[in-house]
């Protein structure tokens, strides 16, 4: 059972960026690092060689409203892409984590805006994190029923 050492939402008040990492020895979700940072720098806190897990809070402007949004983002090299691949039972412990570490926000008072998972800090890209928040809104067309043959005839 993994257990929470560290109450880490309470550095969000100076820091928007937390990191949280697992003692493999003890099995328990510890903080490892807190900083502020832009959305362009989030993806080279996310290392090539370990899992972790993110928090950014984005405080940003959209349509004239300002907005601070929650996001949580899973990392798990798993090789590719020029990442190193890390122990099987870390990976396991890690992705057997990601939901307990995001429920923990929420029930902290964090409403996850978005949640991702990525393999190395490359795949995070600020202008992607921008349409996931604020997709653009399709408009949707009515389709007209074609009337049938014959005209309608009501039935009473």
């Known amino acids: 059972m993994i257990m929470f050492i560290v109450p880490w939402i309470v550095f969000f008040g100076e820091n928007n960026y937390v990191g949280l990492t697992i003692d493999i020895d003890a099995e328990r979700v510890c903080l490892c690092e807190t900083a502020t940072i832009d959305l362009d720098q989030l993806g080279s806190f996310i290392p090539n060689n370990e899992p972790r897990f993110h ?39 890690f992705s057997s984590s990601k939901a307990n570490v995001s429920s923990l926000a929420i029930s902290r008072g964090g409403n996850i805006d978005l949640k991702m998972e990525v393999n190395n800090g490359d795949d995070v890209a600020a202008h992607e994190i921008n349409i996931l928040l604020h997709p653009a809104k399709v408009e949707k067309k009515k389709i007209n029923k074609p009337t049938p043959r014959g005209g309608r005839k009501l039935i009473r």
């Not at 601070?68 to 090299?77: A, D, E, G, H, N």
């Open 55 to 93: 928090f950014f809070k984005y405080d940003h402007e959209h349509l004239g409203d300002n907005l601070s949004s929650l996001i949580y983002v899973y990392s798990c090299p798993d090789g590719s892409k020029g990442t190193v691949s890390c122990p099987v039972r870390m990976r396991m412990l």
